[in-house]
């Protein structure tokens, strides 16, 4: 349908129309990217008006074959005697500097083939950066829950959190997994969509009584993706701590709590009611808060397999195939969190019940379920906000070009 509004635009073409349109898409906050013939002079207003520039260089690379093959057979034909003796390449490499004196690039004419590439990486360059970014501020949004939900805390005693951990954490796991998101490559359809930077609707409240239904969403689906991991380490943390203590300080528990290691499979559900814990300061408190930091990490870690493309699922873009760096840093990263948790305990497991090994497996992974869940809304927003972005795209191309 849009069609007809299409044809003016190349067979009424100028030099001054053209300046016009890269101001038209200017004023609705599109980065113009300007492509002609960097030896025209006509077409300098152009390249200085657009936000970048690139000039493509098609007669000085013809114009030194001709001048070489002259010069080496020593035989004049017409055609190329008129360029030799009117234009040398020189005076055209001259010309061609000053009309692309504002162009950013000034390529020949066989790089014409490398520009959607180079326009395809800027694209996910982009849209990495945002990725990563959105990733960790999810991450230190995790902590933060974790921190909150500790003391509301469903026992007697209040959860603490390892500070060596939480910088561990904060200043080294967050950080390599955010620049290693940085590096993913271009999505299959990169260069097929309408890219959303400068997107004016994706923003927040500015002034009190403006509404920003994306900015809204955005922070709703970041909650419900940063809670999971804090609630399953704080489940953790519950049988941890309850096993613990009455394994490392059972006459404590025997005197105090009326609980012994023989009392029942499950002891952890007395001893977290024990009201006597409540000023424990032994060492079951502190390992059990490494277990509970280190389980939310695993699930911080597992989970950002989802954050890799912001609205492709797992099925369609594996994360994997596009960014070897980040699954290479996950690795790395878990490896860091077991020597932590290595270093800071000493044969606890062995005291913890079956379930507990199969809650901690089960919780990393339930995580990017549910991740993956709030994607797809995210997906049926993102899609129609980029079939409005095209016809809004193609209607100001078309309708509102200068005539």
């Known amino acids: 349908d849009n069609v007809p509004l299409l044809v003016s635009l190349f067979t009424d073409v100028t030099e001054e129309t053209t300046s016009q349109m890269v101001d038209v898409f200017q004023e609705y906050n599109e980065t113009v990217i300007a492509v002609g013939l960097c030896h025209l002079s006509r077409n300098d207003g152009t390249f200085a008006a657009a936000d970048i520039s ?7 690379e013809e114009l030194n074959q001709d001048y070489n093959e002259e010069h080496s057979i020593g035989i004049l034909q017409a055609t190329r005697k008129i360029a030799v003796n009117f234009l040398s390449p020189e005076e055209l490499k001259f010309v061609s500097s000053v009309a692309a004196r504002s162009c950013a690039f000034n390529i020949q004419r066989g790089s014409m083939g490398h520009l959607p590439k180079i326009i395809g990486t800027a694209r996910a360059s982009l849209e990495a950066a945002i990725a990563a970014t959105i990733f960790v501020a999810q991450g230190g949004l995790s902590l933060a829950f974790l921190a909150i939900l500790c003391p509301c805390a469903a026992y007697t005693i209040t959860p603490i959190i390892p500070v060596g951990g939480a910088l561990l954490y904060l200043s080294l796991i967050l950080p390599i997994i955010g620049l290693a998101m940085a590096m993913t490559d271009p999505k299959d359809d990169s260069m097929t969509v309408v890219p959303e930077k400068n997107d004016e609707t994706v923003i927040f409240p500015r002034r009190e009584g403006d509404r920003s239904i994306e ?6 689906h970041a909650v419900l993706r940063a809670l999971p991991a804090p609630i399953f380490a704080q489940i953790l943390h ?24 023989s009392t029942t499979s499950t002891i952890w559900l ?4 024990c009201e006597a814990l409540a000023e424990y300061e032994g060492d079951a408190r502190y390992l059990s808060g490494v277990i509970m930091l280190a389980e939310m990490i695993f699930c911080v870690l597992i989970s950002s397999a989802g954050f890799v493309f912001r609205t492709k699922s797992l099925i369609n873009e594996k994360p994997w195939k596009k960014n070897r760096f980040w ?19 000493e044969s606890i497991f062995p ?9 901690s497996i ?3 992974f339930t995580c990017l379920a549910v991740g993956e869940a709030v994607k797809t809304v995210d997906l049926r927003h ?10 809004q795209f193609e209607t100001r191309l078309g309708m509102w070009s200068p005539k």
Do not use: H, Q
């Open 215 to 220: 900015g809204a969403r955005f922070s709703y």
């Open 238 to 261: 519950l049988i941890v701590f309850g096993e613990l203590v009455v394994a490392i300080d059972p006459s404590f528990m025997e005197t105090y709590c009326d609980i012994n290691s």
């Open 54 to 60: 690139i000039g493509v260089d098609f007669l000085n």
């Open 362 to 364: 089960i919780a990393p």
């Open 351 to 359: 005291t913890m019940p079956w379930y507990f090994y199969i809650l």
């Open 270 to 273: 007395k001893a977290i009611r």
């Open 382 to 391: 993102a899609t129609r906000a980029e079939m409005l972005r095209r016809l």
């Open 327 to 345: 699954a290479y840093s996950v690795l790395i990263c878990i490896s860091i969190v077991i020597i932590f948790v290595t270093l800071s305990i």
